[in-house]
């Protein structure tokens, strides 16, 4: 089944026939005459838990969003010699918004560009979504800064205020939240989760996580924080440039009871030209991400026994070193795009980057292995769909087979199991975040209402593009077995499919499918096959040949004499190895970014 959009998160295709001119018709940093205007724009783009979007045209203009479309408020106003703006959100209705001039979404930042008459102020939303260095990739942080300078010449006395509502840790605003203030050196923190903590109890489409907590730190000493009503929070700012100085003490309560939030305060002192920039740290920590199996799953930036305070104070240590890096990645990813498609197709690349990333959890498997879960959006609520993992696996394979790896096997792990006894690939693992067998179709009970061509031929090709990628079939060698039989299934099915689902199943059964034809053909191990790992490698001992002839005994198809892709490297047959993802680059997370050259070569060396 295909990943369906929410009515936030329209397709990024959609978003080539939807430009509008920003308030002062100045497109930023940009080139092209018109704007470019998301349908939804990442703001907090971490996982489908941790994930907050703006869905209008400025960034004022309404509340900011799960991608379910459920209001998840982030808010920011800005003081200028004691005259208040907003700069992000709605609220307070009747503060006036500053004047948004531009505004860029790139693939690890969104940057969005106020002015007013006094001050400019830039706006960056940094996810390090570095997909070569998992360790950066799997942390649950979103750094905001603002930096700010004078425009008119004039040294002006500024500060910046922002709060994140409660209701980023619950599914339903009537849930009770509780906030406290952790101890953790060097930063002023506070944090907010439901009062129940029902952790990984609820599976589904339309659900916002409701265990685990939303932190909110910040360095420095012009720092002020208070936890408490919005409302409050916010008059305290606007009169004095800073929030209450106590907490609220009404807790627990429901997280729409006067609407608690945790609100910063940052004293930027005299603004002139020069910019001053201050940044806080949004993260959440889920405490346990996935169910697998009946086994709960750490989130893979835990799975050395790491603590939310070590994820803080790690993050900003990095922040600096982090934002070079993201720049570089960014700068280097857009000029491949503008190259391919120029300058729109880059910008829908961006979007297509984030979306992507955002969709999947990095958790980590009980030997700290990475195993990476996507989840169907607005569709069924699937997880690991092998359907959606084959559209998205491009992407991993050009920056990361270890993460390609990572989404692979999970579902292959699941089908070499006691469990799947049908004789071809399934199509998911459960309903997310609980993965514990297959629900679309027939499940593990019947073969009626499955993809068995589609599922089958997209894994063959996936396990034969990272062989290719990588230079080595030793991944796909440890599930030879279920590889063999589903190339024997295709040989017997593909070619001319029965009456059948494919990925486009809101079409319902079809027969004589010619893409799923085509599909069987390329996953056909003769066809589909990497020619530099047929010259590199054996077959399995005592295993059963792959059949030679494509789908429909080669009559009705050419015939190659290449051999599989997935030639052994001496492991047994089917031995799974519980260090398959290879070796993860020990480097410092901080270290100059290597070009993908660089990084195919590193990641085929494992």
Request: aromatic share 8%; net charge positive; charged share 20%.
């Amino acid at each position: 089944m295909s990943g369906g959009m929410s009515r936030c998160l329209l397709p990024p295709a959609a978003a080539a026939a939807r430009t509008v001119s920003d308030q002062s018709g100045n497109t930023g940093a940009s080139s092209v005459s018109e704007s470019f205007r998301p349908p939804a724009v990442p703001l907090i783009a971490n996982d489908p838990y941790f994930s907050v979007w703006s869905c209008a045209d400025h960034l004022t203009d309404s509340p900011t969003r799960h991608w379910t479309g459920t209001p998840q408020p982030l808010n920011s106003l800005i003081r200028v010699d004691g005259r208040s703006y907003r700069l992000m959100g709605s609220d307070p209705g009747d503060v006036p918004a500053l004047p948004q001039v531009g505004l860029q979404v790139l693939p690890t930042r969104t940057i969005y560009e106020f002015q007013g008459p006094e001050a400019h102020v830039t706006l960056t939303f940094l996810t390090p979504a570095l997909p070569d260095v998992p360790d950066v990739l799997a942390r649950p942080v979103t750094y905001l800064t603002w930096e700010v300078r004078s425009v008119d010449g004039k040294p002006h006395v500024v500060s910046i205020y922002q709060e994140s509502s409660a209701t980023l840790a619950v599914n339903a605003p009537s849930q009770r939240v509780v906030w406290s203030r952790p101890p953790i050196g060097g930063l002023t923190t506070l944090r907010v989760g439901s009062e129940a903590q029902p952790v990984l109890v609820k599976k589904g489409d339309n659900l916002r996580i409701d265990w685990g907590y939303l932190y909110a730190a910040a360095p420095g000493r012009d720092v002020t924080a208070a936890a408490g009503s919005a409302a409050a929070c916010r008059r305290a700012f606007l009169e004095s440039g800073r929030p209450p100085a106590q907490d609220d003490a009404r807790v627990p309560r429901a997280a729409d009871d006067d609407d608690p939030v945790l609100a910063f305060a940052f004293e930027l002192g005299r603004v002139s030209s020069a910019p001053v920039a201050r940044t806080l740290v949004l993260a959440y920590d889920d405490l346990y991400s996935i169910t697998y199996f009946r086994q709960q799953l750490r989130p893979y930036w835990r799975r050395k026994g790491a603590q939310a305070s070590d994820l803080l104070q790690r993050s900003v240590r990095e922040y600096r070193a982090l934002r070079s890096r993201c720049e570089a990645f960014d700068r280097e990813l857009m000029a491949d795009l503008t190259r391919a498609g120029g300058e729109r197709y880059a910008r829908l690349g961006a979007l297509a980057y984030r979306q992507c990333l955002a969709a999947n959890k990095l958790a980590a498997d009980p030997n700290g292995q990475p195993l990476l879960f996507p989840k169907e959006n607005f569709s069924n609520g699937c997880i690991a769909t092998v359907d959606v993992i084959y559209p998205m696996e491009p992407l991993f394979l050009l920056f990361s087979p270890t993460l390609a790896k990572a989404s692979l096997a999970p579902v292959l792990n699941y089908a070499a199991s006691d469990r799947w006894k049908f004789p071809f690939a399934p199509h998911d693992l459960g309903t997310y975040p609980i993965a514990n067998g297959q629900v679309y179709g027939g499940g593990e009970r019947t073969e009626e209402n499955q993809m068995p061509v589609e599922e089958s031929g997209n894994l063959l090709i996936l396990a034969a593009a990272v062989a290719r990628e990588e230079g080595s079939a030793r991944f796909a060698s440890r599930y030879w077995p279920q590889l063999t039989q589903w190339a024997r299934y295709l040989e017997a099915k593909g070619f001319d499919p029965e009456n059948q689902l494919c990925t486009d199943d809101f079409a319902g059964h079809l027969a004589h499918n010619v893409n799923l034809s085509a599909k069987a053909s390329r996953g056909w191990p003769p066809t589909g096959c990497s020619a530099a790992c047929a010259a590199r490698h054996r077959p399995p001992t005592g295993t059963a040949n792959w059949p030679q002839s494509s789908p429909g005994n080669g009559s009705q198809r050419p015939r190659t004499a290449t051999t599989s892709a997935w030639h052994s490297t001496g492991r047994a047959p089917g031995a799974r190895s519980i260090t398959w993802s290879g070796t993860v680059s020990s480097a410092s997370t901080c270290s100059r970014p290597r070009s993908r050259r660089e990084r195919s070569r590193s990641t085929a060396s494992t």
